[in-house]
């Protein structure tokens, strides 16, 4: 299984970024697909997820902001940040679930937010 994530960089605060994360070696169709970040000193946490159904969940802090979509087509989830702040500011992960709740990772993208 192989998750290569793209999309990050800087980004003044208020802007967009969209990341993507690319799925391979793996029944795409068929697992849950999140983001994390992780800030510097900070425990990594959830950021969005989708299901295979396609429902949706946020974490607070970004709720109104990201959007997370999938295209089964292309095994590619991204994740559409708006309105970005200084505190967005982490490396982003792109997380994925199988039927057996195997977990696999990407390496991370850094995005910064400067204010």
């Known amino acids: 299984v192989q998750l290569v994530e793209s999309g990050g960089g800087l980004v003044q605060a208020g802007g967009s970024l969209r990341l993507s994360c690319a799925a391979s070696?793996?029944?795409?169709?068929?697992?849950?697909m999140a983001w994390y970040r992780q800030a510097p000193g900070k425990q990594r946490e959830n950021v969005a997820s989708?299901?295979?159904?396609?429902?949706?969940n946020y974490a607070d802090s970004v709720n109104g902001r990201f959007t997370i979509y999938r295209d089964n087509s292309k095994s590619t989830v991204y994740l559409q940040m708006n309105i970005l702040k200084p505190e967005d500011t982490a490396v982003y992960y792109c997380?994925?679930?199988?039927?057996?709740?195997?977990?696999?990772w990407g390496q991370g993208t850094q995005v910064t937010v400067a204010s």
């Open positions: 997380n994925a679930k199988n039927l057996v709740s195997e977990d696999f």
């Open positions: 070696g793996i029944f795409f169709s068929f697992i849950t």
């Open positions: 989708i299901t295979m159904g396609g429902s949706t």
